[in-house]
């Protein structure tokens, strides 16, 4: 079992930065699996952000975010975080920190991951 609690969404302008962090607990330690952030858009599908590795060695980012944001993780913190730049309206969201347990590449499905957060609202005006 992990529980998952995300913080750090809000307000913020268009071309403003938020940081985006989650608390990892539970028994499986959480250096021992990977953790990605997805996104979801008002009406729309809930979609992959980010992605990093047990180690925080690889990372992998959809192609709407990269360059602005930021996945990285502290595996003596238990924490997982997203550093969001240059914020555009579209990235308005629901984002959810997600685990996935298994072993292997970074996975980009919502199916393919373990453990959800409840989400935080990030919402970026023009």
């Known amino acids: 079992q992990v529980q998952l609690v995300e913080s750090g969404g809000g307000l913020v302008q268009a071309g403003g930065s938020l940081r985006l962090s989650c608390a990892a607990s539970?028994?499986?330690?959480?250096?021992?699996?990977?953790m990605g952030w997805f996104r979801q858009a008002p009406g729309k599908e809930r979609e992959f952000v980010a992605g990093?590795?047990?180690?925080?060695?690889?990372?992998y980012y959809a192609d709407s975010v990269k360059g602005r944001f930021t996945i990285s993780r502290d595996n003596a913190k238990n924490t997982v975080h997203l550093q969001m730049n240059s914020l555009k309206p579209e990235d308005t969201a629901v984002y959810y920190c997600?685990?996935?347990?298994?072993?292997?590449?970074?996975?980009?499905?919502?199916?393919?991951?373990?453990?959800w957060g409840q989400g935080t609202q990030v919402t970026v005006s023009s």
């Open positions: 990093i590795k047990w180690s925080g060695a690889n990372t």
């Open positions: 997600t685990a996935d347990l298994s072993v292997g590449a970074i996975r980009i499905h919502e199916s393919d991951y373990d453990y």
């Open positions: 539970g028994r499986t330690p959480f250096s021992s699996y990977a």
